[in-house]
């Protein structure tokens, strides 16, 4: 049984760069460009594409239980926030850990986590991880160093397929990954064994740690060389829900689908523009600075800075 789809969701979108901004604001840092870039793709993923059944964990995080083992039989992966592991259920496979704030806002979002789940953000103990892990919520496996959720999602594409499952394999990644060479190897490996049963949707936010992307190492033509290695590739405005439902639904038999979301990493919270190209991650310098863009994005996003001090 699924979960009931009550918000729009445009509102989840709203939502998921509502709490990003809360919790950035509430404990002076956060990853807040990347809920700009994200929040579109994500609320259509989570309220729209998915096909999940209900959580398998308490909505409550559970703390931290050690890694997976023959001889640890509490451990547990973050998959559970999107339901059993059943053949015509979906499967999704989160990419770029650092996204982990984001992921957590949507499941809230969602109702498939407690309320107030990110007060255990980043604590000792905690599951619920800055960079998530594989215990994290809505994380299958551990994936940074980045650009190896693509290949495990793979994998798991493939495995599925020859079984006959009816459920997809859905991956989200930043276009960062595919400054890595293990992305296009995956790529030419999913084209040759035609795992069509998998839809990927890459945040192209160009953005990474070290600044604008251009300045590390530009990527070119993304969309023309995606598609040279034989895949379905669909460059899309990553902030049109409607251009995410054609392209979701432009599939093509034996081709995997990779749709590329060119996105703004300050979409909604235009004072994040003063940072450029320093978006990674947003840290306050001073009290001032703090609340100069409290205030603006606060303004833009049509909340009241009270809500901002309730916990």
Known sequence: MT?????????????????????TMRNNGGYLSQACS?????????????????????????????????????????????????PEYDRFIISPAHYA?????ALIQMGRMDEHALDHFNRDGSSV?????????????????????????????????????????????????????????????????????????????RQQCDGAMSSVLDLGDLAARVASFGVTCRSINGHD??????????????????????????????FLKRRFPRLHYVRFKSAQEHQEMQTAIAAELGVDEAEIARA
């Open 129 to 205: 991880e800055m960079i998530g892990a594989e215990h994290s919520p809505g994380m299958e496996v551990t994936t940074g160093s980045l650009a190896q959720g693509l290949s495990m999602a793979s994998g798991v594409a493939w495995a599925r397929k020859r079984r006959g499952e009816a459920g997809k394999v859905w991956v989200y990644m930043s276009d960062g990954e595919f400054q890595e060479g293990q992305t296009w190897e995956c790529l030419a490996a999913m084209a040759y064994h035609g795992i069509d049963n998998i839809r990927v949707v890459v945040d192209v936010n």
């Open 3 to 23: 979960l009931t789809n009550r918000q729009s969701t445009e509102d989840v979108a709203a939502g998921i760069r509502k709490r990003v901004f809360f919790h």
């Open 241 to 270: 829900l409607d251009a995410f439902r054609e392209a979701a639904a432009s599939a093509e038999p034996g081709k995997p689908l990779i749709i590329l979301a060119n996105t703004s990493p300050y979409q909604g919270m235009e």
């Open 38 to 86: 994200a929040a579109e793709s994500l609320a259509f993923l989570y309220n729209e594409a998915l096909n999940l059944g209900e959580p398998t964990l308490p909505k409550v995080p559970l703390p931290f239980s050690g890694v997976p083992s023959a001889t640890n039989p509490d451990a547990f992966t973050g998959a559970g926030y999107h339901g059993p592991f059943a």
């Open 101 to 105: 704030l984001v992921i957590y806002s």
